[in-house]
């Protein structure tokens, strides 16, 4: 069973949308008893840093929600702000991250381009390469396409925990793996059929 | 490398989809979910749905069919019409919309776009402007489906948008709605030199070939169009169309 936080923000139906049309059995996580059955866990994000955090606080799953991927080690996969929650902390808000890995989220560095030719934020189509084998990009071709729409990047402390690059301004880091901590900068929930084959992976892990 | 978009534009007007020209006379060329559906096999960029009933009638959004649309779209959805609060734009995103769309409550309160963007993300805000040509140069910013003039320039209404947060702009062009002329090439240029968010273009995109073009001379632009996408040959028959990947790819070539 895949649990989805809902912690007001998010696709949350995107993904129960995508996991029942794979006959994959999913359910909404609106409170902590909501966790009993679910074996990995999707954290969604659309949103500003500080709102995010301050949203997920609010909701009162954030404990059980550590309990579960720290103690438990459930997979669990963070989308988007979802990922850069996942951080120490942020260059878009003031308040703390949830720590999980040892990283900083911060804002492309346009000192050096020509901003007409880059325009933040980051959105659309962009390439993920992989850096080493990758299982949630299996059945996918290297260098698939994902959809984007950020302006700040997961900046993580040990080179170890990136498991897979795009390039925009600057090479960043667009899947993180730490243990069975996920990231992906990117939304599969809004990427066609390569979406679909990573959310699909991830459920196999 | 990131790759141009090539979005559709969908107008919705008593719960139909339809096309304009000039903003005037809409045509009815079919039901919005089923149109979704189609541009998801046909693996679109993006989709932009705009509700061109809200603002003008003073409705709320319409949260059940944006919710619908939602549920149904594989691709990031930009949803406008209506919006004129934050709490209306927080809960359009909590439906699965990924970036809802400002016009004239943006420039009716411009503040508000500071508002909205300072709790969703900037990434998720889009100001849409209907421009028109002036009749000596330069544009002019209309709202209410181009039915009144806005009295603020275009240029100091793009820096103190983008100032206040906005995270992309679509420039929609009155006179080349509908036409299949073209976009307005030199609107592009007069634009993107104030600007360092995403631009999007709509109006008057004929063929493939006007994307390509477009994309050719400005690199990184958002391409979006209504009629091109909805309309085949020159009766203008209603059919729900898009690039496949081997077309889009000859497309993004010309440039990358």
């Known amino acids: ?205 | 490398m990131l790759n141009p978009r090539i979005i559709p534009c969908l107008l919705i007007h008593k719960n139909g989809l339809v096309k304009t020209k000039n903003f005037k006379n809409p045509k009815y060329v079919g039901d919005p979910i089923n149109a979704v559906r189609i541009f998801n096999e046909k693996q679109v960029d993006e989709l932009i749905v705009i509700d061109i009933d809200a603002t003008v009638n003073n409705l709320e959004p319409n949260y059940n069919l944006i919710e619908k649309l939602a549920y149904e779209c594989r691709m990031p959805l930009c949803y406008g019409g209506g919006i004129h609060n934050a709490k209306q734009a927080l809960q359009i995103l909590s439906l699965g919309v990924e970036k809802i769309s400002l016009s004239s409550a943006a420039l009716n309160s411009p503040k508000l776009v500071k508002e909205i963007s300072n709790q969703v993300g900037s990434q998720s805000v889009v100001v849409v402007l209907d421009v028109k040509k002036k009749f000596l140069g330069g544009y002019e910013i209309y709202t209410k489906n181009a039915a009144k003039k806005i009295r603020i320039d275009l240029p100091s209404a793009l820096r103190e948008f983008q100032e206040l947060g906005a995270g992309e702009f679509v420039l929609n062009s009155i006179d080349n709605d509908g036409m299949k002329n073209g976009y307005d090439i030199d609107l592009i240029s007069k634009v993107k030199k104030h600007i360092s968010i995403p631009l999007t273009i709509l109006g008057g995109a004929g063929s493939l070939d006007d994307i390509a073009k477009t994309i050719n001379k400005f690199g990184i632009i958002g391409c979006a169009a209504g009629s091109l996408f909805v309309f085949k040959g020159k009766y203008n028959a209603v059919l729900i169309n898009y690039p496949n990947a081997s077309i889009k790819k000859d497309i993004l070539k010309m440039n990358f």
């Open chain 1, 1 to 205: 069973m895949i649990g989805i936080i809902d912690y007001g923000l998010g696709n949350i139906r995107a993904f129960s949308n995508i996991y029942e049309s794979l006959d994959i059995p999913n359910k909404i996580i609106k409170s902590e008893n909501d966790f009993e059955d679910v074996q990995k866990i999707i954290l969604p994000g659309v949103g500003a840093f500080d709102y995010a955090i301050t949203s997920l606080r609010e909701s009162l799953l954030l404990s059980r929600l550590n309990y579960e991927v720290l103690e438990c080690n459930k997979p669990v996969l963070g989308i988007c702000v979802g990922m850069q929650m996942m951080a120490n902390n942020s260059e878009e808000g003031k308040l703390d991250g949830l720590g999980w890995i040892d990283a900083n989220v911060k804002k492309f560095n346009l000192d050096k381009v020509d901003i007409q030719k880059f325009p933040l934020p980051h959105m659309g189509w962009n390439k993920v390469t992989n850096l080493t084998e990758n299982e949630l990009l299996k059945n996918l071709n290297n260098e698939s396409r994902f959809y984007f729409l950020h302006s700040y990047y997961f900046d993580e402390k040990s080179s170890n925990d990136a498991i897979a690059q795009s390039a925009y301004i600057e090479k960043f880091t667009s899947i993180v793996k730490k243990n069975n901590i996920y990231g992906v900068q990117f939304h599969p929930e809004k990427s066609h059929e390569n979406g679909i084959q990573l959310l699909k992976n991830f459920s196999d892990l």
